[in-house]
Every structure is written in structure tokens, then in C-alpha cells.
């Protein structure tokens, strides 16, 4: 089988897609495959991480919903690898694993409804939903062509910093 590569000719690439919901998921993943991606299809942030850290070669771009599945919807009791995250936290716990993984972030939300969940998009690249299949690949290659994500430090009251994945 020949190299695959991707429209802009930057090589086979690696997608982890994470949406809770299914028709979002299915239509990104057909594009992205579409377009020559190599996709990793995740349908909460528990089976993302699971992905991410089972994931042997890179994960060029991660696709997450900000708005996913409240932490408090976890049915496992003690200390999880795995937690349900919202999109904000996955960023971090995926960063942690995998440094060089630039992040585009999907919403049906406005700004000001996910701050009120607790959520900010921390200056990471935004596509609001719904959007086409073309602004979905307009938004992937943005994302892959533009620097690795560096986010802030997070601390706790106390002023110690946050570790995100242990």
C-alpha cells in the first residue's frame, strides 16, 4: 500500500476526534478519513484518554467538544486513569501525554454560556457548531499549521501548581 497523505501534503496524520454526540462524530470522522486523516473516534473524554495513552505513534490534533459529559456522570468509584473530563480539562490530560498535539476545540455554545459552566477556550483555536465539512477542514489544517499548544499553569488555592494526569 502507497503513503497516504493528506491534501496539503503533509504526510498521514492523526486525528483524535472526542464528541458525545454521535452525528457530529460520524461526520467528522468521514470527512477527516475522507482527506486522507488516520481518525481516532471517541465518544467521551474517558475513552479519549484511553485512546490517547494506548495511541502508539503521535496524535497530530485533537477535535474535542468543549461540553462533554459532566465528571459527576463517572460510575466508577477511586482513583480512574481515565476520568470524564469536560473538553477543557481533556486538553490539558491529553497535553500532559502528548506534548506536541495541537487542539481544536468544537462548541455548540457561546463564550459566555460555557464560562458559566466553568469552561474557558484559554485562546485555543474555536470552530463553533454546526459547521460544514469545509469548515471543519479549514479549522483542521489551521490548527495542524499553527504552533503546539502552550497553556497556563494552573494552580490550586494554595498557590500549587495542578497536575492535570498522574
Not at 459527576?72 to 473530563?85: C, D, H, V, Y
Request: aromatic share 4%; glycine share 10%.
Amino acid at each position: 500500500m502507497g503513503e497516504q497523505t493528506t491534501k496539503a501534503g503533509t504526510g498521514l496524520q492523526t486525528i483524535l476526534v472526542v464528541d458525545d454526540d454521535p452525528s457530529t462524530l460520524l461526520l467528522c470522522s468521514r470527512k477527516l478519513q475522507a482527506e486522507g486523516f488516520q481518525v481516532l473516534e471517541a465518544s467521551g473524554s474517558s475513552e479519549g484518554l484511553q485512546l490517547c495513552s494506548q495511541h502508539k505513534g503521535d496524535i497530530h490534533l485533537l477535535l474535542t467538544d468543549l461540553l462533554l459529559p459532566p465528571p459527576a456522570l463517572q460510575m466508577a468509584a477511586g482513583k480512574n486513569s481515565f476520568p470524564r473530563t469536560h473538553g477543557q480539562e481533556l486538553v490539558h490530560r491529553v497535553l500532559k501525554l502528548k506534548p506536541q498535539t495541537r487542539v481544536l476545540l468544537i462548541s455548540a455554545y457561546t463564550n459566555d454560556e460555557l464560562r458559566e459552566q466553568g469552561i474557558e477556550r484559554e485562546g485555543l483555536p474555536f470552530l463553533p457548531k454546526p459547521f460544514s465539512p469545509d469548515a471543519l477542514l479549514q479549522g483542521v489544517r489551521g490548527a495542524l499549521a499553527g504552533p503546539p499548544v502552550t497553556l497556563p499553569k494552573v494552580h490550586d488555592e494554595n498557590g500549587k501548581e495542578v497536575e492535570w494526569y498522574d
